[in-house]
């Protein structure tokens, strides 16, 4: 429901129109440069192609487009890759058309991409690769995502170890039932939070930056997590006065 964009890492996608009707993917380019050995450039297996493909249907464009992707985050990193890729390729594409369409209103396309990657519709990743900042984006507002103010002074660190995890896997092996003592803390800490982000008021934002339902079952998957979000806290660097760090070890895709 909610999701942070990070600045200095990111994809890159060219486009260009074609006579050949539909989206279709020339190549995909990993971080070295060099093609890319594991990802698709058929076009129905691309999360960049597949959010283009729903943006040039929904606008009627007459011909198609050839998408070249060049990956700048890794793949299965917690970073937001699928989404990065989907957002970049409704960016690209959006540009070419004779009207383009309101930033905002990109958002529905690029879903379509990160749901074919993940599994499941969740904007925590787009919406914020898509409008930048802090973005307020759950379920049931979707389309309209809403960007969140963020305290002055705030920084973001992201430890981000050398394994993948796999998102759609990840995201089935959640516990179907939760406690209706987890889910009213759960929903008193993202109302401080949000609230904290409002007011401006770090010390709120400190003590309501907390995962009761999640991350307790998705941290397993990163060995250190435990060790390094420890290490944080007896460094005091959540407690530093005028400063947050968000530690994030993120095991979501």
Not at 38 to 51: G, Q, R, V
Request: proline share 8%; aromatic share 4%; with cysteine.
């Amino acid at each position: 429901m909610l999701g942070l964009a990070l600045d200095g890492v990111g994809d890159r996608v060219l486009a260009r129109r074609t006579s050949s009707p539909g989206i279709s993917v020339a190549a995909v380019f990993g971080l070295n440069g060099e093609p890319h050995p594991y990802l698709s450039t058929n076009p129905a297996e691309n999360t960049a192609s597949i959010a283009a493909q729903a943006l040039w249907h929904a606008t009627g464009d007459e011909g198609g487009v050839e998408l070249t992707v060049y990956k700048g985050i890794p793949l299965q990193s917690g970073m937001g890759s699928s989404a990065a890729s989907a957002v970049a390729a409704v960016v690209a594409v959006n540009a070419l058309l004779d009207t383009p369409l309101p930033t905002p209103a990109l958002l529905e396309h690029a879903l379509e991409g990160e749901k074919y990657a993940s599994g499941g519709l969740h904007a925590d990743n787009v919406a914020p690769c898509l409008l930048g900042g802090l973005v307020l984006c759950p379920r049931v507002l979707l389309p309209q995502a809403i960007p969140l103010p963020v305290p002055a002074g705030v920084s973001a660190v992201l430890i981000h170890p050398n394994l993948q995890v796999n998102t759609a896997q990840a995201r089935r092996g959640l516990a179907r039932g939760y406690t209706m003592e987890q889910w009213l803390s759960q929903q008193g800490y993202l109302a401080g939070f949000i609230a904290a982000c409002a007011a401006s008021d770090v010390d709120l934002m400190r003590r309501t930056l907390k995962d009761v339902i999640i991350e307790p079952q998705r941290a397993a998957a990163v060995p250190c997590f435990d060790a390094v979000r420890e290490a944080a806290l007896r460094a005091g660097l959540m407690k530093q006065p005028g400063r947050l760090f968000f530690l994030v070890p993120k095991v979501d895709g």
